[in-house]
T-cell receptor
Framework: DGGITQSPKYLFRKEGQNVTLSCEQNLNHDAMYWYRQDPGQGLRLIYYSQIVNDFQKGDIAEGYSVSREKKESFPLTVTSAQKNPTAFYLC???????????????FGNGTRLTVT | DQQVKQNSPSLSVQEGRISILNCDYTNSMFDYFLWYKKYPAEGPTFLISISSIKDKNEDGRFTVFLNKSAKHLSLHIVPSQPGDSAVYFCAASGVFGNEKLTFGTGTRLTIIP
């Protein structure tokens, strides 16, 4: 079955450590996204990539970094510079990020990161 | 500044009745709107969408209405079923695609058997 796989489901880290969240898709989608969900705040866009080797900052990119070396993979690194890293992180993909009115986002099941 | 607002954090509806979830937006450049459904510890799943050239879109038990002049959209679920209990997110995007979807804060719908 095609889909988006995020791993691990739960992740615990000590403050000051960088951590990388994995996101893999086998949907052959061009565009991939990272969102963060906090209670009462909906989903906020961290980074997105419309094509391999290219990505753009979203609304809350500070303290995060990404890479897009392969079409199917879009890992997110939460760095020690991110002031409030504890959150539920969601990866998504869509067929196209350009004029994609008929290509809604497909989400993975998320990674809950807890930093203490 | 919250450009997409869902002012009701929660809603309870009797099974078999109609559920109406509301969403308001402030950005007049939004022209494509979507509803997502989310169960706990899972990612959101796409439910239904509507383009600004329409004022209504139906898919089975789900209908989305768009009132552009009021910058308001609503999702109607009829009849409501226990499996509809979830958090529903409204989302909107601008003219050139959905690469920067803006989400609302969600409404938790509980269907009472």
């Amino acid at each position: 079955d095609g889909g988006i796989t995020q791993s691990p489901k739960y992740l615990f880290r000590k403050e000051g450590q960088n951590v990388t969240l994995s996101c893999e898709q086998n949907l052959n989608h061009d565009a991939m996204y990272w969102y963060r969900q906090d209670p009462g705040q909906g989903l906020r866009l961290i980074y997105y990539s419309q094509i391999v080797n290219d990505f753009q900052k979203g609304d809350i990119a500070e303290g995060y970094s990404v890479s897009r070396e392969k079409k199917e993979s879009f890992p997110l690194t939460v760095t020690s510079a991110q002031k409030n890293p504890t959150a539920f992180y969601l990866c998504a993909s869509s067929i196209s990020g350009r004029g994609g009115n008929n290509s809604p986002l497909h989400f993975g099941n998320g990674t809950r990161l807890t930093v203490t | 500044d919250q450009q997409v607002k869902q002012n009701s954090p929660s809603l309870s509806v009797q099974e078999g009745r109609i559920s109406i979830l509301n969403c308001d937006y402030t950005n007049s450049m939004f022209d494509y709107f979507l509803w997502y459904k989310k169960y706990p510890a899972e990612g959101p799943t796409f439910l239904i969408s509507i383009s600004s050239i329409k004022d209504k879109n139906e898919d089975g038990r789900f209908t989305v209405f768009l009132n552009k002049s009021a910058k308001h959209l609503s999702l109607h679920i009829v009849p409501s079923q226990p499996g509809d209990s979830a958090v529903y997110f409204c989302a909107a995007s601008g003219v050139f695609g959905n690469e920067k979807l803006t989400f609302g804060t969600g409404t938790r719908l509980t269907i009472i058997p």
